[in-house]
């Protein structure tokens, strides 16, 4: 990582010295905690946003990443070297995406926790039948998305997501810092108001690693069952489950 970085933000620590609490919060002041930032941080800079989720919340803060790109990841390194950033390896990756993760990995200062289902495809396919996600895509997702990141926030008060405004109608109201009242605990997009031509130049000036398959007309990566090219005109998520009136895996519902 270029020496720039250190001194481009004053850096904060995470890990085991950092100052957090040792259990985890009561959810009405996580959700007091989620709205006042929610108002306050409106309008400002990634890095700031990012730099209060750490304040706040220590090693009870992560970083959760699909890597299409590491831009999120690399944000919230630059303000707290060692952050972790969970990834949800569902086994139906495209190896274009675990190769962002291995790059993400072993080019910043992150722990990078791939998180993996209870059930192998293989498990999955004798329990439930082989290509679930061609028969019910949301039971699939909740096994092989949902309840593994439920689990590995087991450790975390507060954890960051990289959903844009710009992305889909679904994700137009999306506030920079929020509760999660599904699962308790404050959510933090610090990316929210960025546009594509944000995430674009940040690539260019970090060069941060970025999923090939953007080069080849994917708009929108998941599990290599469920996406497919987008064509000029379309809606950048129309790829994903495209045979299915489904826009969402459930994650950020």
Not at 63 to 69: E, F, G, H, L
Not at 103 to 117: C, D, G, L
Not at 125 to 128: A, K, L, M, V
Not at 143 to 160: Q, T
């Given at each position: 990582?270029?020496p720039?970085?250190?001194?481009?933000?004053?850096?904060?620590?995470?890990?085991?010295d950092?100052?957090?609490?040792?259990?985890r919060?009561?959810?009405?002041?996580?959700?007091?905690?989620?709205?006042?930032?929610?108002?306050?941080?409106?309008?400002?800079?990634?890095?700031?946003?990012?730099?209060?989720a750490v304040?706040?919340?220590g090693?009870?803060?992560c970083?959760?990443?699909?890597?299409?790109?590491?831009v999120?990841?690399h944000?919230v390194?630059?303000?707290?070297?060692?952050?972790?950033?969970?990834?949800?390896?569902?086994?139906?990756?495209?190896?274009?995406t675990?190769?962002v993760?291995?790059?993400?990995?072993?080019?910043?200062?992150?722990?990078?926790?791939?998180?993996?289902?209870r059930?192998?495809?293989?498990q999955q396919?004798?329990?439930?039948g082989?290509?679930?996600?061609?028969?019910a895509?949301d039971?699939?997702c909740?096994?092989?998305?949902?309840?593994?990141?439920?689990?590995?926030?087991?450790?975390?008060?507060?954890?960051?997501?990289?959903?844009?405004?710009?992305?889909?109608?679904?994700?137009?109201?999306?506030p920079?810092?929020?509760?999660d009242a599904?699962?308790?605990?404050?959510?933090v997009?610090?990316?929210?108001?960025?546009?594509?031509?944000d995430?674009?130049?940040?690539?260019?000036?970090?060069?941060?690693p970025?999923?090939?398959?953007?080069?080849?007309?994917?708009?929108?990566?998941?599990?290599?069952p469920?996406?497919?090219?987008?064509?000029?005109?379309e809606?950048?998520?129309?790829?994903?489950?495209?045979?299915?009136?489904?826009?969402?895996?459930?994650?950020?519902?």
């Open positions: 990582m270029s720039v970085l250190a001194a481009d933000l004053n850096l904060i620590r995470v890990g085991p950092a100052d957090r609490p040792p259990t919060r009561d959810p009405a002041e996580l959700r007091m905690l989620a709205e006042r930032a929610g108002r306050q941080l409106e309008g400002a800079p990634a890095e700031e946003i990012a730099r209060w304040e706040t919340f090693d009870r803060f970083v959760t990443s699909s890597m299409a790109d590491g999120l990841a944000i390194s630059r303000v707290a070297p060692g952050v972790d950033v969970v990834f949800l390896d569902t086994g139906l990756h495209f190896p274009e675990l190769r993760r291995d790059q993400v990995a072993a080019t910043m200062r992150v722990n990078v926790r791939s998180i993996r289902p059930l192998t495809v293989g396919d004798g329990e439930y082989p290509r679930l996600f061609n028969r895509p039971e699939c909740a096994l092989r998305k949902i309840e593994p990141l439920e689990r590995a926030l087991g450790d975390y008060d507060a954890w960051a997501a990289g959903l844009r405004r710009d992305e889909s109608p679904t994700r137009a109201n999306t920079v810092v929020g509760f599904r699962r308790g605990r404050v959510k997009n610090p990316i929210a108001a960025w546009t594509q031509a995430v674009d130049a940040y690539i260019s000036r970090w060069n941060v970025v999923n090939d398959l953007f080069k080849q007309g994917y708009t929108s990566l998941g599990c290599w469920c996406t497919r090219r987008t064509t000029a005109g809606d950048p998520r129309a790829g994903r489950w495209a045979m299915f009136d489904k826009t969402e895996c459930g994650l950020h519902l």
